[in-house]
């Protein structure tokens, strides 16, 4: 006689709610998510959804769900086989010309690809990252920061997004991968267009294809102590539209969320008093307020996306195949059943580099955590008194589901004379 008893799986699914009568989708695309996303967060935890995936909208008709318990992403990050990153058989069920099409597309770099492929592409930027040398890098940082300070302390007045991190957060990048101040421009310009989620994928794949690729044949020619050579010179092999390809992902990842984590920690520290020092104390010291922005308010918001290739249930709730699974690090970092206290001094626990095989390498955070406090040691040193030109509710964030971004940052302070150079 047959076996006509439902397998463990088929069961499962019965016995589990489809993600889309979870509750209505929330976009994660418009104005008002980005003013207030931790209202949002805190919405979804407590009213309808009582789940720790929720139906999100990253574009309009692009669906997908958004992990926002702890324990729900970590177990999804450390379980590649279930949660591939390789987007390639969902990017083409989205429009073509989809706004968040040429940032989760499928590129043959470390962050879009998995098994061999993501082994490859990881090993050649460990690397091309492990040979930064960090104190020369701080020096040059340092080097940096003058001339920014020094174009506008004279004024009274900044926009710390557009005079000072981007610019110092470029220059960095550029020195890092060895490329030209033009090269770096280039780049900036189709990265921003990526991150916002609000423009011309083939224009922007074409800009950054022509600029890196000449900054490849550039260093074929004259190599450097630069990540470009390491990456060229790496036992990989790599080919050319590979290695543009990583460096596009170096640039996106690193300039992207270092403005951010740079912009919103010193937010942090010029409007929260126990950030100021007075007559008779010190005040918190920078690291605290990075690891306070890291922990509560990450840079990089909701990312580290996979694609289930096969239907599958997670806490009880069915997932489509094919479609993003988002990881919400600013929600999972506040998710009350691990993070219920203030004291965030010396963790490591949150989720704002990731976790699993794609975590930002330790190389990358050194550094990323080095050149944010540096940047804003010699800011906060050269303009003690700083504050916002205009109250901190008025604020505006770029809209975008992937990151906390202030669109500008006025600042007023008394003017101050030049740095030394
Ligand atoms: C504030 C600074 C930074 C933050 C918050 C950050 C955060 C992250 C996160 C969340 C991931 C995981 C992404 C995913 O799984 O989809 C990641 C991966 C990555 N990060 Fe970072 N990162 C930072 C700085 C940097 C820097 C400076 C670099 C390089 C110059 C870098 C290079 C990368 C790369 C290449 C990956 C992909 C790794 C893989 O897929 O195996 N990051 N980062």
């Known amino acids: 006689m047959q076996n ?19 509750g209505p989708r929330i976009l994660l695309h418009t104005p008002e998510f980005a003013a207030d996303p931790h209202t949002a967060y805190q919405n979804m935890r407590n009213n309808k959804y009582r789940s720790s995936l929720v139906p999100v909208e990253l574009a309009p008709d692009v669906p997908a769900t958004l992990a926002i318990g702890f324990r729900t992403a970590a177990r999804i990050l450390n379980d590649p086989e279930h949660f591939p990153a390789d987007s390639r058989a969902w990017q083409d069920t989205i429009p073509a010309d989809s706004p ?20 490859l592409y990881r090993g050649a930027n460990t690397a091309g990252l492990d040979g930064v ?23 009274g007045k900044a926009d710390l997004i557009a005079d000072y991190a981007r610019p110092l957060a470029f220059s960095v990048m550029n020195t890092m991968l060895g490329c030209t101040d033009d090269v770096g ?26 600029a890196l690729g000449g900054h490849i044949a ?11 050579t390491r990456l060229l010179t790496h036992k990989s092999g790599l080919s050319d539209e590979e290695l543009i390809n990583q460096l596009v992902t170096l640039y996106a990842a690193g300039i992207e969320p270092m403005v951010n984590l740079i912009a919103n920690t010193v937010l942090l520290m010029v409007t929260e008093a126990r950030f100021l020092t007075s007559r008779t104390s010190f005040g918190t010291p920078i690291k605290d307020a990075l690891t306070e922005i890291l922990v509560k308010d990450p840079p990089i918001t909701n990312l580290c996306l996979s694609y289930p290739p096969q239907p599958i249930v997670v806490d009880g709730i069915w ?6 699974v988002v990881i919400s690090m600013a929600a999972c970092n506040n998710d009350p059943t691990v993070n219920n206290t203030d004291q965030f001094f010396e963790a490591e626990w949150h989720l704002s580099w990731g976790a699993g095989p794609h975590a930002c390498f330790p190389s990358a955070r050194v550094l990323a955590c080095m050149i944010s ?28 589901p992937f990151h906390r971004a202030l669109q500008a940052f006025p600042v007023v302070f008394n003017p101050a004379p030049p740095l030394h150079i």
């Open 133 to 155: 040398d960090p104190h020369r890098l701080r020096d040059q940082v340092i080097a940096t920061t003058t001339p920014l300070i020094n174009k506008f302390c004279r004024a």
């Open 373 to 400: 406090h540096t940047a804003i040691e010699r800011l906060l040193d050269a303009l003690p008194d700083l504050v916002p030109a205009i109250p901190k509710e008025q604020l505006v964030w770029r809209p975008g």
């Open 319 to 324: 997932l489509p195949a094919n479609q993003p």
């Open 218 to 228: 550039d260093k074929r020619a004259n190599p450097g102590d630069d990540v470009t």
């Open 100 to 119: 968040v099409r040429p940032m989760l597309e499928w590129r043959p770099n470390a962050l879009r690809s998995a098994g061999l492929a993501h082994a």
């Open 4 to 22: 006509s008893l439902p397998s463990p799986a088929a069961r499962a699914r019965a016995a589990s709610t489809p993600i889309e009568q979870v």
């Open 185 to 210: 421009n280039e780049v900036a310009w189709a990265l921003a267009r990526m991150f916002d989620s609000t423009t011309d994928t083939d224009k922007v794949n074409q800009v950054l294809i022509q």
